[in-house]
């Protein structure tokens, strides 16, 4: 029998806790708002993007919503920028490179706990 999920919240922007990226600290900081530590599969949060180009291979299902800022993501495909209140969908197994000069985005993946499962 699975553990229960966390009970329902609310989780204020104002008490997040940005923290940098394990790689490329200096230009992504996350926070997270749901995940793993809530029994869930679904991983959401905000990135804050400053002077950013990370390449990464999606192991995940993922949208991002820009917030502030725009992005880019560089795939095999060509080009996707989307400024404020556009949104990104992104397949797992996508090669990609994320740019953004200043950007505040927010993300949904799935599943959230995908480094445990390739361990």
Do not use: C
């Not at 989780?11 to 809530?38: C, H, I, N, W, Y």
């Amino acid at each position: 029998m699975s553990e229960p999920k966390a009970p329902p919240r609310v989780r204020r922007f104002s008490d997040l806790t940005f923290v940098p990226r394990a790689q490329k600290g200096d230009m992504a900081q996350l926070a997270e708002v749901s995940g793993p530590s809530d029994k869930t599969e679904l991983g959401t949060g905000y990135v804050r993007l400053t002077d950013a180009r990370i390449d990464w291979t999606v192991q995940y299902d993922e949208v991002l919503f820009v917030l502030d800022g725009s992005l880019r993501v560089r795939t095999q495909d060509g080009v996707l920028e989307a400024g404020p209140h556009d949104s990104v969908w992104l397949p797992a197994g996508t090669a990609l490179t994320y740019e953004a000069e200043n950007a505040l985005v927010a993300y949904a993946i799935h599943p959230a706990n995908w480094a445990i499962r390739q361990s």
